[in-house]
């Protein structure tokens, strides 16, 4: 039986590299992202390589309830059972101390990371599969396990991821729904570029002189877990760089 995986901000990013490692090992894809060219786009590149697959997109913005609501619950009969559920949406806004910080940053860090994540989880758990292996992975961070200086709010909000996850765990296990946290360290994807409103720059600083994790290698590191045999769940998985020991300590 083809699987199907439900990838949310699949546009870019840890999203998008999920979608291109699972479209080669032949997995359907249900990709949603506010950028819908991008979508459309992607699309088209990886059933030109795969044209076994299926995959549909649709555009969408996590942080509205109705728009989700009604998104989902839209969704074409053929692709109302999901196997996998990849709550990927999530963003950073700023890198100011708590007493410096804009309302409007953390605004879009709460309604996209734990909002988010939860509108979807609440409009996306009824079509999952559990007859034939139901998985939720949530991606949190290192800033969910520890909290660094002016990571204040994103840190707060990954910390949530962490909580929300562990209370899933608990919520469906009656179903035998797998949940599983992948938390990465520092990935060189449009993340700082995004968290520093578009400052390319400053957004490059951050990796000089250290060989940061790619998408490639968070995607590659979800397929492992989802592909671990019935009995078997990866709970909570923490994938640094190797030049890396904790949010700040970097050997550069």
């Known amino acids: 039986m083809t699987k199907t995986v439900f990838i949310t901000g699949a546009s870019s990013g840890i999203g998008r590299a999920c979608a291109e490692v699972l479209a080669k ?3 359907n894809l249900l990709l949603c992202a506010r950028r819908l060219n991008r979508l459309e786009a992607l699309k088209d590149e990886l059933l030109n390589m795969y044209p076994n ?3 549909h997109i649709f555009e969408l913005d996590v942080r509205n309830a109705e728009q989700v609501q009604s998104q989902i619950d839209g969704l074409p009969q053929e692709w109302r059972k999901i196997n996998v559920l990849i709550n990927n949406a999530g963003l950073s806004q ?3 101390s708590i007493q410096d910080g804009n309302i409007g940053d953390w605004d879009r860090m709460i309604d996209t990371n734990v ?7 609440k409009s996306a758990i009824p079509l999952l599969d559990i007859d034939n ?4 992975i949530n991606l949190g961070s290192i800033a969910g396990k520890e909290v660094y200086p002016n990571g204040n709010v994103y840190c707060a909000t990954k910390h949530a991821v962490d909580a929300l996850t562990k209370a899933m765990r608990i ?3 009656p179903k035998g729904i797998k949940v599983t946290s ?3 360290g520092m990935v060189e994807t449009e993340f700082s570029e995004v968290r520093f409103h578009g ?7 951050v990796y000089n002189g250290v060989q940061p994790l790619t998408g490639i290698d968070i995607a590659e590191t979800i397929l492992f877990v989802i592909t671990r045999p019935a009995h078997v769940n990866i709970n909570d998985l923490l994938i640094m760089p190797t030049a890396q020991a904790t949010g700040t300590i970097v050997n550069r």
């Open 25 to 27: 090992e032949g997995y």
């Open 171 to 173: 919520d469906l296990l």
């Open 133 to 136: 292996g139901a998985h939720i």
């Open 199 to 205: 400052d390319k720059e400053r957004a490059k600083s």
């Open 53 to 55: 697959i299926q995959i």
């Open 182 to 184: 992948i938390d990465p």
């Open 94 to 96: 700023g890198l100011d």
């Open 115 to 121: 909002k988010g994540l939860l509108y979807v989880s």
